[in-house]
């Protein structure tokens, strides 16, 4: 039983190849975790990673409490079941049952017990005096198993241990290791590339792609709320239909028409709220994704709709409880090249068609997955980046939805209108502008609170639940952003401050007592050397980045140090910077730092003229490595 840490593991290996990028995840203790993805994404080798038979090249690994990057596989108290089942061919099953608990020289009577119990667990009893060739491919993988779970161990990893087993048996074997799963009571992680197995196994699914995690989320979330069209695509059977299309507001409408076909649907402004406005154009091309059983051909669904669109029937696939219905929004088009046009529809009614017809079919527009063309990346978040509100500024007062707030010295802006951004997690309780609270809704982890701003919806991440029906918000303005034609007028203050530097070693020497005489002896001290000055660091943050950067090349890669405004103060033993004046933010003052042509920005309560000294807090900053662009903070 353990909980797992991951935080910003990479793997290179020595080819070159990246095949893990910054993995980060905290794993709950009796969690089943599946790593899913096409073949070559990486989940093979963070699962690797993870029992010790592959090294880490960046990042830091726990299990429990314990960083067990550099531990032996042995010591770490984890499993591995494998695909080929890996088990001893000249043994019995009792005897790879028992290898591994001889090894650690338990006790007979003890072996024996625990040998007889998982094969009681796993349905095994009458096989134990038999050798593995006399067995079939379930009954080799359920003694896999069992090796396995003799062990108790804290963490299970399963790398594709039912590909090599036919369609029913798999399915079989899904449900046992799901059982066993609930039985044990430990943590496992499981790796597959079938995304069925996925879905029907995990507590939580990490999906990932060139070495990359996609997204991470419950099965049920994964499916309603892709991050992105990879995951909407790879997800889910038959796949997600997507277009190409563009959106174009008008009024308290959003009219989303589809590309290479006559298709139009209108959908009112409120569902596409946490869309960026500029999406919203009419001319920017988005992919919009709709799942199958997210259209319907039934005639009251249709005759209600305001979003129904024509199809023409291209062909039919009866399976029974439903029917699959193939066809293409361009009633042209053949529904079945690779277009843009084509769709799929699940039919669980007894629609009365043929292929050639020609059907109306309405979509529901609650279910509309919108991605942008470029990046792939949802831009219908479930956690938007922006509240998007129109204001104006007059006499250094913003107004917006009925509400003014007085704008500190460091925003200059004139009168006019304005569209205003104000990030979700700009907000705290406090006395600017009040609010109705709709909702507080758990998001991965984050609480997402959604209210009424005089009619206007208003979204802020905030730190818990949130009880009370109306609250009372303040405005972090330093991070506000103001746009005239497009065009940023007002720019928040940058959210972090980057610094080059270098880890740097020192021949030192320090005083220790022995049998009550002082010695002089020889020590090393670690630094981060950035404009020329050097900061001594923690034999922590020392380890972590010679194990990240690696021995040979610790001391000469590249990296870049990032610190928040209030990770940075003055003293006298600093990085010489000219002030170059200060942002008043009303509570929280700014000072405008230029060192060696790069701006940074600091906490200050007073103003100052000329060479400042800057030193960084560094059990706060981030650290990336450029040449490989590794994160290791
Ligand atoms: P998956 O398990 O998702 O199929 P892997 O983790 O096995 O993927 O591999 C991820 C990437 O790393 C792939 O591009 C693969 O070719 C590469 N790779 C795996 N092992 C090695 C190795 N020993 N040396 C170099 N590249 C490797």
Redesign the pocket.
Known sequence: MANLSLKHIY?V???G????NDFNMEIADKEFIV?V????????????MIAGL?DISAGELKIGDVIVNDMEPKDRDIAMVFQNYALYPHMTVYENLAFSLRLRKLPKDEIHNLVVQAAETLGITEYLSKKPKEMSGGQRQRVALGRAIVREPKVMLL??PLSNLDAKLRTQMRAEISKLHSRLNTTFIY?T?DQVEAMTMGTRIVV?K??FVKQIDTPKNLYKYPANKFVAGFIGTPQMNFFEGTLRKDGNDVHIKFANSDAEITVPCSKLDKVRPDYLNGETTVYMGIRAENISIDRVEVGRSKAVVKVRVSHIEELGSETLLYGDLNTDGDGISDSLTKVIIKDVGNGDYKAGDIIEAALDTDRIHLFDRQTEDCILPRIPEYNYLDCTVSGGTLNFSGESIALPPAIKCADGEYELLIPVDAFKVGKDISVNVENCEDICGIKLLSAKLNGKMLYAVVPGDVTEKSLKLDVDLKKITLLKDGKKVVEPMPAVNCLDGIFVKKKTKKQAEENGKFKTLKATEFSLETEGRQFVVSDTLAQKLIAALGVKKAFTSPLKIECGAHSLTFGEDGISARAEGMLDYGKEKFLKCNVGGKYVYLLADRDYEGEVRIVPDLDKVGIVETERNIRII
Not at 17 to 20: E, I, N, Q, R, S
Not at 40 to 46: D, N, R, V, Y
């Open positions: 793997k290996y020595p080819n190849t990246k095949a893990v790593f993805g096409p073949s070559g994404c990486g989940k093979s080798t963070t699962l690797r592959e790398d594709e790796v590339h990932m060139d070495g």
